[in-house]
T-cell receptor, first 112, second 114 residues
Framework: KQEVTQIPAALSVPEGENLVLNCSFTDSAIYNLQWFRQDPGKGLTSLLLIQSSQREQTSGRLNASLDKSSGRSTLYIAASQPGDSATYLC???????????FGGGTRVLVKP | NAGVTQTPKFQVLKTGQSMTLQCAQDMNHEYMSWYRQDPGMGLRLIHY???????DQGEVPNGYNVSRSTTEDFPLRLLSAAPSQTSVYFCASSYSGTANSPLHFGNGTRLTVT
């Protein structure tokens, strides 16, 4: 059974610092790896999707990498801003159908 | 474009009552699914559908029923609510189940069962 872990559960950084969020998974036979953002009381917003055949994806200040052999994905957020404060979740899909296994999330606070 | 719409936003039920959580999407997405989010447990898949008329169980299906009579709608039914079903419920959809199709979520329904 796939298990997805995100450590740390929370972190706080000063504005302008680069953020590095970690995601590990136990089964390397993934279909894709997705990163989401969740604001309090809201749903999840898709940030980046990395297909199994890809090593990384980029969108603006966000970059996500995937290393299946080590069972890790990393989300980098450059030059963090207070508006980046949220919970970030990663999720792995084992096969077609978008049935995702989620990590517990990392709650990020960016201090002005 | 409304995306994924869930109603109601909040609901309080007594143990044993039944109710239906509504989910609709206007993106012509083929795949739809229901997740519940609990502190310390993360999001877990309840049921999913790969198209109209086709549904299947996820990780935690007990106590819930679903049907998919149209592409747009995917309601989740609680037949006899229990306190263990107190949670935040999210409906999600994707264009397909292919590797490059991200999941889109609704804003959730916060359910309390007393």
């Amino acid at each position: 059974k796939q298990e997805v872990t995100q450590i740390p559960a929370a972190l706080s950084v000063p504005e302008g610092e680069n953020l590095v969020l970690n995601c590990s998974f136990t089964d390397s036979a993934i279909y894709n790896l997705q990163w989401f953002r969740q604001d309090p009381g809201k749903g999840l917003t898709s940030l980046l999707l990395i297909q199994s055949s890809q090593r990384e994806q980029t969108s603006g200040r966000l970059n996500a990498s995937l290393d299946k052999s080590s069972g890790r994905s990393t989300l980098y957020i450059a030059a963090s801003q207070p508006g980046d404060s949220a919970t970030y979740l990663c999720a792995a899909s084992k096969a077609a159908g978008n049935k995702l296994t989620f990590g517990g999330g990392t709650r990020v606070l960016v201090k002005p | 474009n409304a995306g994924v719409t869930q109603t109601p936003k909040f609901q309080v039920l007594k143990t044993g009552q039944s109710m239906t959580l509504q989910c609709a999407q206007d993106m012509n997405h083929e795949y739809m699914s229901w997740y519940r989010q609990d502190p310390g447990m993360g999001l877990r898949l309840i049921h999913y559908s790969v198209g109209a008329g086709i549904t299947d169980q996820g990780e935690v299906p007990n106590g819930y029923n679903v049907s998919r009579s149209t592409t747009e709608d995917f309601p989740l039914r609680l037949l006899s609510a229990a306190p263990s079903q107190t949670s935040v419920y999210f409906c999600a959809s994707s264009y397909s189940g292919t590797a490059n199709s991200p999941l889109h979520f609704g804003n959730g329904t916060r359910l309390t069962v007393t």
